[in-house]
């Protein structure tokens, strides 16, 4: 049995940036920061870096062409999915790192 805290960091950590995510987005559509004619690097390359981070945003796919009150619902269950799916990740690491420990040295 793997004792660690790491997965329940993990499963922390998960649903707050998939919150923060949703934050930042909703910032860029109301406000539109990155309005200049081509999108700057940045821009680019959170938008590559969005369904790496909150996975749960492939869901998104259910609300094209829907209101804005669904999208918005989406985001918090996206968020909220994160939490199992990051401690899924952690407890992957905790075990890798615990197998890695056990391996004598030569």
Known sequence: MIVSKLPQRFALIGPLIGFAWM?????????????????STLY??????MFVLCPGLLLQI?????SDRFGWMMWVLAALING?????VGLTL?????RRSQIPAR
């Open 84 to 88: 199992p799916i990051y401690y899924c």
């Open 23 to 39: 934050s930042l987005y909703w910032y860029d559509y109301k406000y539109n920061p990155f309005h200049l004619p081509p999108p």
């Open 44 to 49: 680019n390359f959170l938008e590559k870096v």
């Open 94 to 98: 905790a075990a890798a790192m615990k």
């Open 62 to 66: 259910f609300t094209i062409g829907t």
